[in-house]
């Protein structure tokens, strides 16, 4: 039998923007007393309608808490070469403290070879292989702004991990990857006993149903199911898809992993889909980015 629980939901809007004015008051403090003004470069390559939005609000975000932010463009069709030296100059660049190349790049670019190519020091997204080693070393480290992110919403809400059974669906280097090790680790949050569900996971729901945290994280629009969690789980949705939507201005609108009427009367706690995540994405590289111009 299910019991319906009273949900809360994670506002990931109030939570980034507290820690938005917490930074705020930080660059405040730092400019008065003459010190350095963290500085974050977006790189965008190409003309993606989503990576568009990301990149100018990472940038709009910067101004309104007092960074200096740069935004270098390039058309889909520049070279890798061309791409790996303009990631150079930027590395050399001493006044600029993290910058990020915003993905998916073109296919003809080797993502991997360009995340690489980023100075670990400037790597704010936290990509760069030294940084996710660390990351799962425990070490100090740029942690990559999504999984950073969640864990920030955990813990700002004092929601209690160790020992919880926590599934994470998906295994991507930017967010399911990150997020297992983030769950596993001796630390707070974290401290979970952690399974990774991906695309050759034979019955998910077997998995999912014995979950206290689940995190879904493979970009398919309302993946999770309210027959797929169990009662007083804590659910983040990471998913965004774009469904197209005639009643909307822009024409879509954004759509989580989870099938959020289903499922959230059974949750505990549940993230948003917009509201969510997202936000926590674009504080956590703007906590990131402070902590570059801090160390440097
Ligand atoms: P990705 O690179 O495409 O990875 C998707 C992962 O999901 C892969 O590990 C894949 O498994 C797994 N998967 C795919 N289909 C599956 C299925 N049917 N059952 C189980 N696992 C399946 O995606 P991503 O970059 O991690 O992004 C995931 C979603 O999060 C997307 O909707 C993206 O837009 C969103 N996102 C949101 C934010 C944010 O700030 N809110 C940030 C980043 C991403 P295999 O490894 O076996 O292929």
């Given at each position: 039998m299910t019991t319906e629980t009273t949900y809360q939901l994670l506002d990931g809007k109030q939570t980034s923007n507290d820690i938005k004015e917490e930074l705020a008051i930080e660059v405040e403090k730092i400019s008065k007393s003459g010190g350095t003004i963290p500085h974050l470069a977006a790189v965008l390559v190409g003309d993606d309608g989503a990576s568009e939005t990301y990149?100018?609000?990472?940038?709009?975000?910067?101004?309104?808490?007092?960074?200096?932010?740069?935004?270098?463009?390039?058309?889909?069709?520049i070279a890798e070469d061309a791409l790996l030296s303009?990631?150079?100059?930027?590395?050399?660049?001493?006044?600029?403290?993290?910058?990020?190349?915003?993905?998916?790049?073109?296919?003809?670019?080797?993502?991997?070879?360009?995340?690489?190519?980023?100075?670990?020091?400037?790597?704010?997204?936290?990509?760069?292989?030294?940084?996710?080693?660390?990351?799962?070393?425990?070490l100090p480290t740029f942690i990559s702004a999504t999984p950073y992110g969640i864990v920030q919403l955990l813990e700002r809400y004092s929601i209690e991990t160790?020992?919880?059974?926590?599934?994470?669906?998906?295994?991507?280097?930017?967010?399911?990857?990150?997020?297992?090790?983030?769950?596993?680790?001796?630390?707070?949050?974290?401290?979970?006993t952690v399974t990774v569900c991906h695309s050759r996971t034979q019955n998910i729901k077997e998995f999912t149903l014995n979950a206290d945290i689940v995190i879904v994280a493979l970009g398919s629009a309302e993946f999770l199911t309210g027959?797929?969690?169990?009662?007083?789980?804590?659910?983040?949705?990471?998913?965004?898809?774009?469904?197209?939507?005639?009643?909307?201005?822009?024409?879509?609108?954004?759509v989580g992993d989870v099938k959020f009427d289903e499922v959230a009367p059974k949750c505990s706690y549940i993230t948003p889909v917009p509201g969510?995540?997202?936000p926590m994405t674009i504080a956590s590289l703007l906590k990131n980015t402070l902590q570059a111009a801090k160390s440097s």
């Open positions: 990149v100018n609000a990472k940038v709009k975000a910067c101004e309104k808490i007092g960074f200096k932010s740069s935004l270098y463009r390039y058309p889909s069709s303009k990631i150079e100059e930027l590395n050399n660049d001493d006044s600029l403290h993290g910058f990020i190349v915003q993905l998916p790049l073109p296919d003809h670019i080797d993502e991997q070879k360009v995340k690489e190519a980023v100075s670990p020091e400037k790597d704010v997204d936290g990509f760069h292989p030294e940084n996710v080693g660390k990351m799962a070393l425990n160790s020992g919880k059974n926590c599934v994470v669906i998906g295994r991507s280097h930017i967010v399911g990857l990150p997020m297992s090790i983030l769950m596993a680790r001796k630390a707070k949050p974290g401290n979970c027959d797929m969690v169990k009662d007083g789980a804590v659910v983040i949705d990471v998913g965004i898809t774009r469904v197209k939507d005639d009643s909307k201005k822009s024409g879509y609108r954004l969510g995540v997202g």
